[in-house]
């Protein structure tokens, strides 16, 4: 326990003990943090892992931002901005939805307007914002039920005016790309930074635009959302493009695009700064030890080598070889390209729905020894801090007296129960464990 948990360097002891509890020092690459840290709580962090864990290209992919925190906070914006028209169709489904009767007039005007939409309404839970959004969207399909349903239910007072329904539409469409993105992150087992790096500058880009538009209302939103993905992009931009030049599919041809997109005339500026980021990265990588490939741990391989120079020529000895290696030094271009340049050169792959990016690199490890291990590191940094069932969370969990209670060896045996049951095998073990208190 820390004794002082709201100062600064609170946080650094507590990832300190972890890295030291859990042995796992120098082998963290990069944190995601579900709440974005102080100035202050970073200045402490990094000099701690610098101590602790060799520091890959000079800090800067060592603290990433939670997407899920990133998407939810710029969702309670909205639905903040909105707020009394999202009261106003509250009150409408629930007054449909909390008696039968009602319920059944809704759904007769609904046949006799003949209104094709197929969703039903539902009241929302107002600590996940993917229900308000749900509610949002089956409402303004079935205006025009809410329009007329006064004709048919007398005691129906309060229907939304047209007005209403216009900006409903307008939360809708600030809602929806912030939802899919969301949902990314509740049907993917392993997320990955490439899948983000294109949802979060899509919302950059729509909101940038956004900014501009005569509608006071749409331009009062979209630049409180600009400030949170524009920060939470500065932060993660390098990380994110560096993972998605690690895909054969893109490269950096969809850092280029997307940029251009996004930045416009200064894109070269930009777009310079992850080649020369990932490059630099790369020698960090070529500095460090690779180990032995398999041909060369065979012992195959040695008897093999015993067995040509038994055999009485001279061919493999150094006096063999002098003249074919100062024929190699004349011939071979001064400016060899690197595993990297040569990997980037490469014609891109089709963009296969069902490719296997981690497989790909497995294959390929044999030609790309030192980019593979890169590329390893990289795809497994989490864009993602929470579990499924919280990313659409608005309010922040706590823990209440009684789990902050519990042992640490308790929370981390529950943690990982949990996670080992969701994510584990059907085909697991049945075999009784022995748990001791």
């Not at 950059?204 to 400030?227: A, Q, Y």
């Not at 080649?275 to 790369?282: A, C, K, P, T, V």
């Not at 093999?304 to 006096?319: A, I, P, V, W, Y």
């Amino acid at each position: 326990m820390e004794p002082y948990p709201e100062s600064d360097n609170a946080f650094s002891h507590a990832v300190a003990a972890c890295i030291s509890d859990w042995s796992l020092e120098g082998r963290v690459f990069s944190l995601t943090f579900g709440h974005p840290l102080p100035e202050a709580g970073l200045d402490c962090l990094r000099p701690l892992l610098c101590i602790k864990n060799p520091l890959i290209l000079n800090g800067q992919l060592l603290v990433g931002n939670c997407i899920a925190h990133t998407l939810s906070s710029m969702a309670k914006d909205v639905l903040a901005a909105g707020r009394e028209i999202v009261r106003k169709i509250r009150d409408s489904v629930k007054y449909v939805k909390t008696s039968e009767s009602h319920e059944e007039k809704f759904v007769e005007l609904k046949q006799q307007l003949q209104v094709p939409s197929e969703k039903s309404l539902s009241l929302d839970d107002q600590t996940k914002w993917n229900t308000t959004y749900n509610m949002l969207v089956a409402a303004s399909e079935l205006k025009e039920v809410f329009s007329c349903l006064d004709t048919s239910d007398p005691d129906y007072k309060e229907a939304p005016s047209m007005e209403d329904w216009r900006l409903v539409e307008t939360l809708c469409a600030f809602l929806k790309p912030l939802f899919d993105a969301a949902n990314i992150l509740t049907t993917t087992t392993s997320p990955t930074g490439i899948t983000f790096f294109h949802e979060a500058w899509k919302i950059l880009s729509d909101l940038t635009r956004s900014v501009t538009n005569e509608d006071p209302f749409v331009s009062s939103i979209s630049k409180g959302m600009l400030e949170k993905i524009d920060k939470y992009w500065r932060d993660c931009c390098l990380v994110l493009a560096i993972a998605v030049v690690m895909d054969p599919r893109f490269k950096m041809k969809l850092v280029e695009f997307s940029f251009t997109k996004i930045y416009g005339d200064d894109a070269p500026t930009y777009i310079k700064i992850v080649d020369d980021g990932i490059h630099e990265l790369f020698l960090e990588y070529v500095s460090l030890p690779l180990p032995l490939t398999p041909t060369y741990e065979e012992g195959n391989a040695g008897n093999n080598m015993k067995t040509d120079e038994s055999q009485g020529g001279t061919l493999l000895s150094d006096n063999g070889l002098t003249d074919f290696d100062m024929f190699i030094m004349e011939t071979t271009n001064q400016q060899m390209k690197s595993e990297l340049d040569q990997y980037l050169d490469e014609s891109l792959l089709p963009r296969a729905h069902d490719f296997d990016l981690l497989g790909w690199w497995k294959l390929n490890k044999m030609k790309y020894p030192t980019l593979s291990k890169m590329a390893r590191d990289i795809l497994s940094v989490p864009v993602c801090s929470v579990g499924q069932d919280s990313v659409f969370d608005t309010v922040s969990k706590e823990l209440d007296r009684y789990r902050s209670s519990l042992r640490p060896e308790t929370v981390e045996a529950l943690i990982c129960a949990k996670d080992w049951f969701q994510y584990g095998s059907s085909e697991g073990s049945t075999a009784l464990v022995k748990l001791e208190i």
